[in-house]
């Protein structure tokens, strides 16, 4: 006898432990079979109480595993029960000091075997059909076959509801589970009995029978008349099946990013998700690809697009783990005005959430805030961030970066990105007083960046300003000290093209072209190089694009 199969139903969620889902309103969410373990268990035991030992010992029969993964698991757990439900808490409380427990009225659904259910509408065992049809047998098969797609075709297919079914009440004490036997169910569900077999054989069965027979007896006669065309008959390369990529080979640090074509013409909208995926990176060690090799093997895929809703913007959102082939992330933002900087929260939280970071919000909400808060200062800002991969457009991004300027003049993030942006462009169009204008340049922004040094303002990015300011000033020990006091977590294209501007002064152009390199690999681009070539001296930088072109990169 096959074994019984368990379903769990907590308000409007139905729990399948055995297929790691759960289903809400039709919907199929599938969840990790360490969520479903751990989840299962819980359920088994409603209103219980248990420590995080208990749980490993009862769950993971005493694995080696850290109170972390208890923390993550049930993190995950409240993630997605909060996202419709009505417990605050996604049923999974924490009891101080002493664990977790399910605080919710669990019913177990019995599913009964298939097989035992059909036999109930049968009045005879189904007859065993051979595994191999001969010519002496065809037409017995055949005929067998047709009977049964005649019986099948007229049967009704029960269906389970067992609530409907036998119309028994929900038991509604906290804790309790009860029990229902869905065979019962599907047992009253069906007012029509299936139909016996019929001896008396239709004439399209005979027909069927005629036609495979024809069938086979052309392939006999032209196998054996003409042997030689099936032998020599050649395969081309076009006509083999396309290799199978090996599962070993997806990279864990590889995120591809997918753009929707009609994105690629926004840059407002281009300048929003990079700097979420930017974000992304502060706290998980991955490499965004866009395209290359590196894309094919990439474990993780997010596919970015925008709708227009109520004349609100959205960029939606959609993340796969290549690994499992789960989605995880399938979300629209409204990046339309005041809304973008708690948006640009939001998404970099579900986006931790789907990569199994848990982050305090306080802590994600201080990196965010380190944007303007002022709404046309964020706009120009993000705007002019995607125009740094036009070399048509970079005219029209010192133009958003003054725009941005003039809403938030004392704005540490502006300022820093207006001088960033400032002396890049006079390096790129280099005008025959250059040299002029970098130093009225240097001479305005000093005492805003010794203004956020006293204020306790020196973010990440005044931090690349005042080193960009030194090695102007071709001072590259300051800068080089500036630059290390960057945290590890923060370092950026500009990051990398400094350091390797600063180990050039020095001589060492060894280290200066592992820090190209990875310049480049934070882009995702070798548009990279044409900035760091002409920053503060002329570097020749002609090797390192031959290699990267003859690299396919």
């Known amino acids: 006898m096959k074994t019984q199969k368990e379903q769990f139903k907590i308000d409007e969620w139905m729990f399948v ?9 039709g919907e199929t969410i599938v969840i990790d079979n360490r969520l479903s373990k751990l989840f299962h268990f819980l359920c088994e035991n409603p209103d219980t109480v248990f420590s995080r030992d208990e749980l490993i010992n009862e769950v993971w029969n005493g694995s080696i595993l850290s109170d972390q993964v208890i923390t993550q ?38 599913e009964s075997p298939k097989a035992l259910i059909d036999n109930v509408f049968r009045d005879e065992e189904p ?19 047709t009977s049964e797609a005649e019986s099948s075709e007229l ?39 299936s139909l ?15 036609v495979v027979a024809i069938v086979i007896g052309l392939y006999v006669k032209n196998t054996q008349k003409a042997p030689e065309v099936v032998q020599s008959k050649s395969v081309s390369i076009a006509d083999e099946p396309e290799a199978t990529k090996n599962y070993l080979s997806l990279e864990p640090r590889y995120v591809h990013v997918i753009v929707d074509p009609k994105m690629l013409d926004d840059d407002y909208k281009i300048g929003i998700a990079k700097t979420i995926l930017d ?44 690994i499992s082939g789960h989605k995880h992330l399938d979300r629209k933002y409204d990046i339309s005005g005041p809304a973008i900087k708690s948006s640009i929260k939001r998404a970099l939280d579900d986006m931790l959430d789907s990569f199994h970071i848990e982050i305090d919000k306080d802590i994600l909400a201080k990196l965010v805030d380190e944007l303007p808060d002022n709404e046309y200062a964020i706009q120009s800002i993000l705007t002019a961030y995607a125009t740094i991969y036009h070399p ?56 805003k960046f010794a203004l956020f040094t006293d204020e306790e303002k020196k973010i990440p990015k005044v931090m690349e300003a005042m080193a960009m300011m030194a090695l102007s000033n071709d001072d590259s020990l300051k800068a080089t000290n500036i630059l290390q006091a960057i945290p590890y977590n923060r370092k950026t294209v500009i990051y990398y093209i400094l350091n390797g501007k600063a180990a050039e002064l020095r001589g ?25 070539e002409v920053l503060f001296f002329n570097s020749d930088l002609s090797d390192i694009k031959q290699k990267i072109e003859e690299n396919s990169f």
């Open 279 to 322: 974000f992304l990176k502060v706290y998980q060690d991955v490499r965004i690809t866009y395209s290359g090799p590196a894309s094919k093997v990439a474990a993780h895929e997010i596919t970015l697009d925008t709708s227009t809703s109520q004349n609100k913007n959205y960029l939606e959102i959609e993340y796969v783990n290549r």
């Open 392 to 447: 048509y457009t970079h005219g029209r991004g010192i133009e958003l970066i003054q725009e941005a300027e003039s809403y938030a003049p004392d704005d540490p993030y502006t300022i820093a990105t207006s001088y960033t942006y400032s002396i890049s462009y006079l390096y790129l169009h280099p005008t025959s007083n250059n040299d002029k204008a970098i130093a009225d340049l240097n001479a305005r922004t000093t005492e």
């Open 508 to 532: 060492n152009r060894d280290s200066a072209e592992e820090f190209y390199y990875n310049a480049v690999l934070e882009a995702s681009s070798t548009l990279t190089l044409n900035l760091a």
């Open 73 to 110: 698991a049930i993190f995950e757990l409240r993630k997605i029960l909060k996202q419709h439900g009505n417990h605050p808490y996604g049923y999974i409380v924490t009891v101080p000091k002493r664990g977790y427990k399910l605080d919710a009225t669990v019913e177990r659904v019995i």
């Open 17 to 25: 432990p055995y297929e790691d889902k759960f289903i809400l309103h």
């Open 196 to 210: 016996r077999k019929s001896n008396n054989k239709p004439w399209w069965a005979l027909l069927a029978v005629l």
């Open 127 to 145: 007859e065993a059909q051979e595994d191999i049809v001969s010519a002496d047998n065809i037409d017995e098969v055949a005929e067998d076959s």
């Open 155 to 193: 049967e009704t297919t029960p269906t389970v509801d067992v609530q409907k079914a036998n119309g028994q009440k929900n038991d509604t004490q906290k804790g309790k589970v009860t029990e229902k036997d869905s065979s019962a169910a599907l047992i009253t569900a069906s007012t029509k009995p």
